[in-house]
């Protein structure tokens, strides 16, 4: 074999061994710039490692917030493509900084906006669908040596106009680029180390998961769990994308990682307590007894865009009927608003809002099949003298909405009453 030849062959090898990588940066992995000069030490890292990078960012802590206040102090109703263009604006301001911390760690970078890309999205204002993503110009950048830094939360409409993709949208994004990229793997860096078994804030000897599952996952992310979007771990389920959540705060490799399904649905495994403070309780009194009022409702509100959860019809009296649902507080003024526009055609009396609420959700594959675990949630909570006021179960969670003040009981007794604390080999099914 010529010298020549062993080149190729060498170089040829190292291609095959190279792996592609998703990076995201939520806004606390950015938050200022020591910690961005951090993020690109992580980045620089695997890029030694012979990987290639793409790295996906948030905006810095606050700057959302910031931004989206001065647009609905201005515009407090209906949104805009104008509230998309001012929010997405701190992706814009990240992706640019992560780029100059990367030059001066030695890594040439450069940034892209959605529209840079694309990104293709639907026209729903602030809460866009992704529905295409072309990545030459992403393979094209990796091809020069370069590590892409992509906006995340933002993308471009058929009529080209700045879209964003709902909070916590820069998770849907970096999955979406690494289902585009067919990445080996895309890792999620946020200011904890991995999913734990409840909030270790509420409950200190909550325990950090090495894995769970993509059902487990999605449930906790739409239960209320703040560590990923849901609809980022709805597509990663969809397409293969393996998944890690880190911290990009210390320097431990430990995290969750995402996989497939690994119980049977018989186990019935509690693997996760997840409460949410993000919601109120409403209450439509009075309303028309009679078949298809609450397909009404859900026509109505999903006109307006409301998401209603845990809806339940009770009966006052023959000719009516008291609906309650569970509203995002964000969406109570809306909600409200919406409702007494529809007053006559519903002919419910009154509305009644309770934020003293909390929402706790145990997530556990196979749950429902085993009744012990749905008895031992409310057993559990009648020892403690918390009273339930609405449940909803599924096969994989069962969720029930409890007095605000009940909440840090209610998770501590339940943590110890599933022994969540306990590695998984030593915990009672």
Wanted: glycine share 6%; charged share 20%; proline share 3%.
């Amino acid at each position: 074999m010529t010298i020549h030849s062993l080149d190729i062959y060498i170089s040829t090898y190292h291609i095959q061994i190279m792996a592609l990588y998703v990076l995201k940066f939520g806004g606390t992995s950015v938050a200022n710039l020591a910690r961005l000069e951090h993020a690109a030490q992580v980045i620089r890292q695997e890029t030694l490692n012979g990987n290639q990078v793409v790295a996906v960012v948030s905006a810095m802590a606050g700057i959302t917030d910031q931004l989206v206040g001065y647009s609905q102090a201005l515009c407090p109703h209906e949104p805009t493509s104008e509230h998309d263009v001012v929010a997405s604006a701190g992706e814009q301001v990240t992706a640019g900084l992560l780029a100059l911390a990367l030059k001066k760690a030695g890594i040439k970078a450069r940034s892209f906006l959605a529209w840079q890309i694309p990104i293709h999205t639907d026209s729903v204002a602030t809460n866009a669908r992704i529905q295409h993503i072309s990545p030459d110009k992403i393979f094209q950048s990796l091809n020069h040596g370069e590590v892409p830094v992509i906006a995340g939360f933002q993308g471009v409409s058929k009529e080209g106009m700045i879209t964003t993709i709902g909070r916590g949208g820069s998770d849907t994004t970096a999955v979406a680029v690494a289902v585009a990229l067919k990445a080996d793997r895309c890792d999620i860096y946020t200011d904890v180390d991995g999913i734990y078994t409840a909030d270790p804030r509420l409950v200190p000897n909550a325990r950090r998961q090495d894995t769970l599952s993509y059902n487990e996952m999605f449930e906790m992310a739409a239960a209320g769990a703040k560590v990923l979007q849901a609809r980022s771990v709805e597509m990663a389920m969809k397409h293969g994308v393996r998944l890690r959540i880190l911290s990009s705060l210390t320097e431990s490799p430990k995290g969750t990682e995402i996989v497939e399904n690994q119980y049977t649905v018989e186990k019935g495994n509690v693997t996760s307590i997840v409460h949410s403070l993000q919601e109120a309780k409403i209450t439509l009194k009075n309303l028309k007894n009679q078949p298809g009022i609450a397909a009404k409702l859900y026509t109505i509100m999903g006109q307006a865009d409301i998401l209603v959860d845990m809806i339940t019809q009770s009966h006052t009296r023959e000719s009516c009927c008291d609906i309650d649902g569970m509203i995002n507080r964000n969406d109570i003024e809306r909600f409200t608003e919406t409702m007494n526009n529809f007053k006559d055609n519903l002919g419910f009396s009154d509305i009644s809002i309770d934020k003293n609420v909390a929402k706790i959700t145990v997530v556990g594959i196979g749950l429902r099949s085993n009744m012990d675990i749905p008895a031992l949630i409310c057993r559990t909570l009648a020892d403690e003298g918390i009273n339930i006021h609405m449940i909803y179960s599924s096969e994989i969670k069962m969720s029930l909405v409890i007095n605000q003040q009940s909440l840090q009981p209610a998770l501590t007794a339940l943590h110890k009453a599933f022994c969540l604390d306990q590695p998984s080999s030593q915990k009672a099914a």
